[in-house]
């Protein structure tokens, strides 16, 4: 079999096994926030960082939801890395976004963090910050999700149907997942550009 087939084949598989009872809590966590008027903080690193930054314009112009990302502001994230230190990078900029109990905290990561392995430590302390002002948390992940999935209020956990392709089928189904969200009828507000034009 050749690898675009077998790629491919993998990505049917990983579609057929997302659990869509996650996705339907993660639209009904997003509707909740913007009727009560909170704000959408994405956080990711690497990939993440890149779907970070266009969820966050999808989901201000489509669902007209406020939405930020620190990855957006690269002068503020490189001096709080350069003075703070990587690990508090993203929760000491959810500080002074002043995150609040209305408000939610969205991962994109392939392994949801995890502070024994030092992986994405930056992610995990932002989640507790978080979780201590009583803010929401949910995650697009992939592997057994992590941090992320432990302590999340909703959360989708890409599947994994190949060792060897995680990060790759994380970080698409990220933005397959995230597109689907801005496009579901409970969330979407304003039409898409070419969705609404006419022949």
């Known amino acids: 079999m050749v690898y675009a087939e077998q790629y491919l084949q993998e990505v ?27 704000r959408l903080f994405f956080i990711g690193v ?19 939801i406020e939405a930020y990302t620190p990855s957006d502001n690269v002068s503020e994230l490189t001096a ?32 949801g963090g995890d502070a024994e392995r030092g992986v994405s430590a930056n992610i995990v302390q932002a989640l507790d910050v978080a979780r201590s002002v009583g803010a929401k948390i949910c995650g697009i992940v992939g592997r057994d999700g992590g941090y992320t999935a432990r302590v999340a209020d909703a959360c989708v956990i890409v599947p994994t149907v190949n060792a060897a392709t995680v990060t790759a089928h994380t970080e698409a189904f990220q933005a397959v997942i995230w ?3 801005v496009s579901h009828p409970r969330l979407q507000v ?10």
Do not use: C
Not at 47 to 62: L, P, Q, Y
């Open 46 to 64: 690497g990939g993440g960082a890149g779907n970070a930054s266009h969820a966050v314009n999808d989901f201000r112009k489509i669902a007209r």
């Open 179 to 181: 597109h689907l969200l």
């Open 12 to 38: 049917r598989d990983v579609a057929q096994r997302l659990d869509r009872e996650s996705i339907e809590r993660l639209v009904t966590l997003l509707v909740t926030l913007r009727d009560h008027g909170g």
């Open 190 to 199: 304003a039409p898409m550009k070419w969705e609404s034009l006419t022949r």
């Open 80 to 111: 709080r890395v350069n003075d703070d230190g990587w690990e508090t990078s993203y929760a000491n900029w959810l500080r002074g976004s002043r995150l609040a109990p209305a408000d939610v905290v969205f991962v994109f990561s392939v392994g």
